[in-house]
DNA sequence: TTTAGGG
DNA sequence: CCCTAAA
């Protein structure tokens, strides 16, 4: 990898505390779907799932008699959640404080990826009665724009209808303090709580931005299509009942709004940076974090039976809510304005993380655990442990029964760049990059699925499909954070915000639900997902990323001298973030591929292909032998047989790498020779029998072809 | 988007 | 493999 460009994967990792969601309404994305509406972590979901932590501990709690501990937060209800359900479990969040965080995820491998990034690992509906799912959330922290006052969130029981809401107070919350204090809310149905107050923060506790947690998703093998997200109800008898019912109501909702969310922050210079969008999001997200962090659930504990099956979240409110929020944070975003720039490599947070299972079956438990524990340590990408699940799944389900593990430690960020005026104040340039970082966060950030190197695309396609299973290393496995590349709405529009704001929150309460696969950050694509082949090209998967990540989002002040990157001066509107587009995406996308060499096979291959078709016209190579493989492209076979006729003119000696048979080779010059002479070009025709005629100018002379 | 080459 | 100029 060329450090280069490449600013952006260095040790940035978020931490992202993620939250289980639950399944939530699923709302089908309507028409507007764009690739890009995947992706963001919605505030709703934050809230959703907060809310059912809320209600489920608060249950518990409330059973209990416990008063709500620092860590613990009594929740009432889940808006999304079938009441009954709600109540059935309480759910349980563990926040691991280790070194690293981390997320695990468990996923039956026949799972497929489908979710937007929106979905993202947010979004895993858990299915209890399958005992496949078990949602774990993660919530990217975000911290609120300094000025974020409360947010406040409803949510609809399905169910009972039954509003509730939780406030969160952050009175003064300064960006760089980022605190969310202790809250102690206690959420009851239909009644307002406030989730967080503002007494004192203990930020150091509830965030810890290095603890790493985990959080732990267990797919289930059900869950193929986007929108088959099951909720597990664990009452309902029927689970696909309760399916198909969510799944109507989510499609009532959503995507109009999810469109707008998209804010491509770094799509252009010109477009205005609008991070700030969701105020609402952040917060909650805040609140799950601070809350939630600490909350140490016994892993075995756990079990979620998540309660939440249903999900029909009314949305209405929601949105309003949101939107409210939208504004203003928008509001405020805008006025703070950056004026100089600088990069500001991405940081890397720690992850906190809940490990959630529901489970069923009770050797994942186990197995979670062990490798959080395992995890932990580690680099901070991914580190995957697989996991089986034992008999736990039923025939019933597909044969692919089994389940992957996932652990990740953090996720690689994306470059950011930010302008601030050389004479800000580093409090303010702390602010900004908190903004942006939360901006990014959450809005923009879209979830990619990376598989040796490469990035899975296609959503659709199952875990085992793509490659993953308990077989295949997980180590290959990394998920990124990406920034939404959907472009921005017109730049600085003061009045687009709110819209924005609304449509978005909407989408993402809908979006969750719809899709339960992870999502890629790039729409489909890996058709064939050939074993050897696929593996991947995108690269770095998560090792490189590992690089250290000290701080958090807390932290994120902090700015290694390196972290800052001078940028040339741009125009632009002054005010705004300028995402230098490509440059970032290039830098968090695009990393260089990972390298495979190619197999004497498909050597054999090219060579056929060439001696067909000729030198000069690789796209029909590719199309002809190499139409499946889809991370050999043209340029790449163009270059192998650069190579392959430098390798055939060296020594043997000289070679390195995979031998290739000398005949390989000897053919390799033979055609080289007689298609360089004949220019080639003419148009195709291949003529095989041409090349035979070259043949005896070979030095070896190979007869047979 | 492909080609063709340099890096 | 990447990056790009050209086509």
Redesign the pocket.
């Known amino acids: 990898m060329?450090l280069k460009?490449r600013l952006d994967y260095g040790p940035n990792g978020f931490h992202v505390t993620s939250i289980p969601k639950a399944p939530r309404s699923i709302r089908r994305r309507a028409q507007h779907k764009k690739a890009d509406e995947e992706s963001q972590i919605c505030a709703f979901e934050l809230l959703a799932s907060l809310a059912r932590k809320l209600l489920q501990e608060s249950e518990s709690s409330s059973a209990s008699s416990n008063a709500s501990g620092n860590d613990h937060a009594t929740i009432g209800k889940d808006a999304v959640k079938d009441g009954h359900h709600c109540e059935s479990k309480p759910l349980k969040t563990e926040c691991l404080d280790q070194g690293s965080s981390e997320v695990s995820v468990v996923v039956s491998e026949s799972a497929s990826l489908n979710c937007d990034q929106n979905c993202s690992l947010n979004e895993f509906p858990l299915a209890e009665d399958d005992g496949i799912l078990e949602r774990t959330s993660k919530i990217m922290d975000s911290t609120i724009g300094g000025d974020s006052k409360s947010a406040i969130c409803k949510i609809n029981n399905a169910n009972g209808n039954i509003p509730c809401k939780v406030e969160v107070e952050g009175s003064s919350l300064n960006s760089e303090e980022l605190c969310y204090n202790g809250m102690e809310d206690r959420f009851e149905q239909g009644l307002e709580t406030k989730g967080f107050e503002t007494g004192d923060l203990n930020m150091d506790k509830t965030f810890s931005s290095r603890d790493p947690t985990e959080l732990c998703m267990t797919f289930p093998a059900s869950i193929n299509s986007d929108r088959d997200v099951k909720l597990p109800s664990s009452r309902d008898p029927v689970p696909d009942a309760c399916f198909s019912r969510q799944r109507d109501v989510a499609l009532g909702g959503r995507d109009d709004d999810d469109n707008l969310i998209r804010i491509n922050k770094f799509s252009n210079k010109l477009k205005v940076y609008r991070p700030v969008t969701r105020v609402g999001d952040r917060r909650i997200k805040k609140l799950l974090n601070s809350r939630y962090w600490k909350v140490a659930p016994k892993l075995k504990d756990f079990e979620l039976s998540r309660a939440d099956g249903g999900i029909k979240p009314p949305h209405c409110k929601r949105k309003t809510y949101h939107n409210h929020e939208r504004y203003q944070h928008d509001s405020l975003f805008e006025k703070r304005k950056l004026y100089s720039r600088s990069s500001v490599e991405t940081f890397d947070g720690g992850f906190s993380s809940e490990s959630v299972t529901n489970s069923p079956e009770k050797g994942r438990k186990g197995d979670k655990r062990g490798s959080a524990s395992m995890l932990q340590g580690g680099p901070s990408l991914l580190a995957c442990g697989m996991t089986t699940s034992g008999a736990g799944h039923q025939a019933s389900l597909h044969s692919k029964d089994s389940r992957v593990k996932f652990s990740i430690k953090s996720f690689r960020v994306p470059e950011i760049f930010i302008e601030v005026s050389e004479t800000a104040t580093i409090g303010s340039l702390k602010r900004t990059v908190m903004d942006t970082v939360n901006a990014i966060l959450g809005g923009g950030m879209h979830v990619g699925v990376v598989l040796h190197g490469k990035k899975i695309r296609d959503d659709k396609r199952t875990l085992s499909q793509a490659g993953i299973s308990l077989e295949n290393n997980l180590d290959s496995l990394g998920f990124t954070l990406e920034p939404s590349t959907v472009q921005a709405p017109p730049p600085l529009c003061s009045e687009d915000p709110p819209l924005l704001l609304a449509c978005d929150t909407p989408k993402v309460l809908t979006r969750s639900p719809v899709t339960p696969a992870l999502d890629s950050g790039i729409p489909n694509d890996l058709p064939n997902p050939s074993p050897l082949t696929n593996p991947g090209?995108q690269?770095e998967t998560n090792h490189e990323a590992i690089t250290s990540n000290p701080d958090i989002f807390t932290d994120t002040t902090v700015l290694d001298s390196r972290a800052l990157v001078p940028v040339p001066a741009i125009n632009a509107e002054a005010l705004a973030v300028v995402p230098v587009n490509q440059k970032i995406r290039?830098s968090e996308i695009?990393?260089?591929?990972?390298?495979?060499?190619?197999s004497v096979s498909e050597v054999e291959a090219l060579v056929q292909a060439v001696e067909e078709l000729g030198?000069?016209?690789?796209?029909?190579v590719?199309l002809r032998s190499f139409e499946h493989a889809d991370?050999?492209?043209?340029?790449?076979l163009?270059?192998?047989w650069?190579?392959l006729v430098h390798t055939a003119r060296i020594s043997p000696q000289q070679r390195r790498g995979e031998p290739v048979p000398q005949e390989l080779l000897d053919r390799v010059l033979a055609a080289h020779a007689y298609w360089s002479q004949h220019q080639a070009?003419q148009q195709g025709k291949h003529q095989p029998g041409m090349l035979k005629i070259e043949a005896p100018e070979n030095r070896n002379g190979e007869p047979g072809i």
């Open positions: 060329k460009k090209e690269v290039r695009a990393q260089r591929r990972t390298r495979r060499p190619f030198t000069g016209r690789w796209r029909d590719k991370h050999r492209t043209y340029v790449d163009k270059d192998k650069k190579t070009k």
